[in-house]
């Protein structure tokens, strides 16, 4: 069994931003050379997520639109305060929660190969608190 | 190890649905004859999900109600156009956003050849733009 | 390929409780003795949660808050009735609903013998409707 983690840079450009990170998933399962296992997908940070939806640009800003319903920008937060450990006043307790709603991870199975994806299945990375130099995590496992 | 990938059809009734998929897993998992290792679930749509609760009518209900109540119908999203790839007006929106919210997927050990679960946990493949037809992946990973 | 599982037991002290797990699951990494892999944690539970975020406390009252907000105590739910099955009324719907949005399980990688986190992802164990005892599930599967 073969276990090849990629960690992969990304740098994001807006406040909140999907990024269709596909492409990028589907040449590292090559690059890997196994043909039958699991992909793992996840990103490395608490203020961002990896969500999987249709690519389509209004959906993108539906998501968009519906993480910043449900976490207001405006409401009280305990997490607004300075922070020691970044010398600085914490101001993204929205960003940890959409994170939270999204969630950071997902797999898809490997077959002949290829992953194993419905037509219109997009695996985005989410920016939630950018623009940041970003990493996630593509582990490869199988045969 | 093996990887035995399993894509099971399934055809909803209501236009939101959720459907108690835990013995075709269980099946599907004996059926592999691997003894040791993880069951992955996944469907292969963005307006459907699946998720884990307990296996009770009324919370089947509650779940419907909490993901209408998140992300109501009579709001205003980008993605209700026409959409040349369809060759209709997307309606849709609000089935890809609840999607989002409860996720897609979930795995599970497997030991002794069965699945490992809390007594209350049951699966289910949610329909949240019904009736269709549709699918999801049980891959069985192990030995 | 090796798969081992190990049932955590936890005495829960609140109604609403984030736990750090992180250390007791970089422990049994270690104790498995494996190096290459992925390493999968889940609850047992429909009334509890695993979520990961940044290891702060006024986070963890963030995250309670937003659960609470999205799923409000005073809402009417269909599981609030007598379950002949446990004896008493049911009063924990929101318990449920909040486990559905927040998810049950997290994987990550394991290389070099070592879980590969972000730096400030810090997994959580989360109580919906206590106090009780409670049981999670670390599998580690790899070489």
């Not at 690059?31 to 961002?48: E, P």
């Not at 922070?83 to 959409?98: C, E, F, W």
Request: net charge negative; no cysteine.
């Amino acid at each position: 069994m073969k276990s090849i983690i990629y960690r992969i840079e990304i740098q994001t450009r807006h406040e909140t931003e999907l990024i269709n990170i596909t492409p990028r998933v589907i040449d590292l399962i090559q690059t890997s050379g196994v043909k039958d296992g699991t992909v793992f997908v996840l990103s490395l940070h608490t203020t961002t997520a990896i969500t999987v939806n249709e690519g389509l640009p209004d959906l993108e800003k539906d998501i968009t639109g519906l993480i910043h319903n449900l976490v207001p920008e405006e409401n009280t937060y305990y997490h607004a305060r300075f922070l020691p450990s970044d010398g600085q006043m914490a101001v993204n307790a929205p960003s940890h929660l959409r994170g939270a709603l999204l969630g950071f991870q997902v797999f898809f199975p490997i077959q002949d190969g290829k992953i194993l994806t419905g037509a219109r299945q997009t695996i985005y990375f989410v920016e939630l608190d950018g623009p940041q130099a970003r990493a996630y995590v593509v582990q490869v496992m199988g045969e």
